[in-house]
């Protein structure tokens, strides 16, 4: 790629991440909506929401929440990837698609899930009671949150712990074993402390994640009104009895605030561990550990993870979208229905989101991994200062909640009026759902091509080939596999998100995940679980997909 070419994709990546935030700083300095009117400038906003004690209380929520989700998922996390790289765990690595699973699930979908199965009404809530004469849990509450948080983001922490595990060698591990040392003491003394980067890492990722918690706070939290930044951010909409957009601005520039500096930090961690290898061993393949008698409590270990993170909320959601309704008393037998998805396939809005879902998916998707191939490629293979500066834009939208992603493009499409007639079109979402990911999409492309051995596009260069004859002729049929995979794994990260397009809603517009947002605020439990159903349709095609080519996901 010539040096214009990647000035260009550089300025053009930059505009679209920074034009959106900057409209959201320049909202929250005003006093009213920047697009009605004259605003002028205030701090009042900023003034406003410092001075409620319901922002402060969110704030120490989310904190709350984030710590807890942390101190659950890492540790588990972690002992997951040891049991599974390096173990003679029953199934072995064939376990390792079900681990991902929660990362390909949206998650609001398993917080209503959990609702109807494990909810005080819920179907296994129920049959729990009728076998012990009462519930021994409360889904609803700050401590269900921080439970369930935690248990579907161990596969954040599994994915760069398993992969660290790979890279160091087991001479140490064997020497301990060797005098006596029990797999739990050589997990916890040796191999988990040989990937120590890629854990510090992981918890980093996942205290971010909970601090931007959202779907699971807004379903589980509103009973006991327990809200978090982004639920206060969402409810605040209606605080005031109208939109209030520069409160709003003002909480989405206090959350990046506390945001970005962890993603920098995630940054900063990444690129001191050297790719997570602490110990550089034997480049041979490791032992596995015998766990001998512990090897199948070690495989029940893993498979409570798997019921209660998986099992419950999906098998939940798929019963209540085939009965009319459920509770004390109710016959599920008696009850069972299609009705709930014949409403669904009926109903105008829910079929657009249905087929949007797909557009979206597929055709987006597709168009996605060509903006993300892009930008993979203006970074192969360089190190310089346009390197360091696409690095630092891609990076940025990982700080922005999905919430507020979207939130700031709505903004941009009201500000731009170029933009303004894509507003009410699907372009609206994918552009907010492609920007959101660029971190994910790049890496996947920038993992393909570091496959790629420099001889060939050398060898092209020799003989007079220009780059972007290496390019085309070269490079792309090169990483042809990398291309489709990077395709279907966009397409399931598509699917499953939801909060990004809430506030880019419009007839025309309905997707899955926002739409489930709308549902679920006007109770429509039987539309929601049917909608919920298609949606893991998608994804069960899309992870077949993957499967069958021989993918692996990765975050």
């Known amino acids: 790629m010539t040096k214009t070419a990647r000035v260009v994709t550089v300025l053009a990546a930059a505009g679209m991440v920074v034009l959106p935030l900057a409209l959201i700083v320049y909202q929250s300095l005003l006093d009213g909506p920047f697009f009605l009117g004259a605003p002028h400038f205030s701090l009042g906003s900023f003034a406003f929401i410092l001075n409620d004690p319901d922002f402060w209380l969110s704030f120490w929520h989310s904190l709350y929440v984030a710590t807890g989700m942390t101190l659950i998922a890492v540790p588990l996390g972690a002992f997951l990837a040891f049991l599974v790289v390096r173990t003679d765990i029953p199934g072995g690595r064939h376990v390792e698609v079900f681990l991902l699973l929660p990362l390909l699930i949206s998650p609001i979908v398993l917080a209503l899930g959990f609702v109807v199965a494990a909810g005080p009404v819920g179907f296994y809530s129920l049959w729990v009671k009728k076998l012990i004469g009462f519930v021994p849990w409360n889904i609803y509450g700050a401590a269900s949150i921080i439970v369930i948080g935690g248990l579907t983001h161990v596969p954040h922490v599994y994915l760069y712990t398993s992969a660290a595990l790979k890279n160091v060698g087991s001479d140490i591990e064997e020497a301990a074993r060797s005098v006596g040392c029990g797999p739990l003491r050589v997990a916890w003394s040796i191999s988990l402390r040989m990937v120590s980067p890629a854990l510090l890492f992981s918890g980093f990722l996942v205290f971010l994640a909970g601090i931007e918690l959202f779907g699971l706070v807004l379903v589980l939290g509103n009973h006991t009104n327990f809200e978090t930044m982004s639920v206060y951010l969402f409810k605040l909409t209606n605080k005031l009895g109208t939109p209030s957009y520069q409160l709003m601005a ?35 393949r490791p032992k596995l550990v015998p766990l001998k008698a512990w090897r199948w409590p070690a495989l029940g270990l893993l498979t409570l993870w798997l019921f209660v993170t998986i099992f419950v909320p999906v098998s939940g959601i798929v019963m209540r979208a085939f009965v009319t309704r459920w509770g004390v008393g109710v016959d599920l037998f008696s009850v069972l229905t299609t009705q709930n998805f014949v ?44 390197t360091r500066l696409i690095d630092y834009v891609i990076l940025v939208p990982r700080a922005v909640p999905g919430l507020l992603a979207g939130l700031a493009f709505l903004w941009l499409f009201l ?4 933009l303004r007639p894509l507003r009410s079109t699907l372009v609206s979402m994918w552009l907010a759902y492609t920007i959101v990911l660029f971190a994910y999409g790049t890496r996947l492309l920038t993992g393909a091509l570091i496959q790629v051995g420099p001889d060939l596009e050398e060898a092209a260069r020799s003989v007079g080939a220009k780059a972007g004859q290496v390019i085309r002729s070269v490079t792309l049929p090169l990483i042809r596999y990398g291309l489709l995979g990077s395709w279907v794994l966009v397409f399931l990260m598509f699917e499953r998100e939801y909060a990004t397009g809430y506030y880019l809603l419009t007839p025309g517009t309905e997707l899955i995940g926002p739409t489930l947002i709308t549902l679920a605020d006007r109770g429509q439990m039987d539309l929601i679980s049917a909608l919920s159903v298609v949606n893991l349709v998608f994804v069960s095609c899309g992870l077949a997909v993957a499967l069958r080519f021989g993918l692996r996901v990765h975050d």
């Open 250 to 284: 003002a909480v989405a520039v206090c959350m990046v605030a506390v945001t970005f500096p962890l993603v920098a930090l995630q940054r900063l961690l990444m690129r001191n561990a050297s790719r997570y290898v602490s110990v550089k061993g034997k480049t041979t």
């Open 343 to 386: 409403r669904v396939f009926t109903e105008p809005s829910l079929v657009r989101a249905i087929v949007n879902s797909i557009v979206i998916g597929v055709v987006g998707g597709a168009l996605a991994v060509c903006v993300y191939a892009v930008l993979a490629l203006s970074i192969h293979r360089r190190n310089d200062s346009l």
């Open 415 to 418: 500000f731009v009026p170029p």
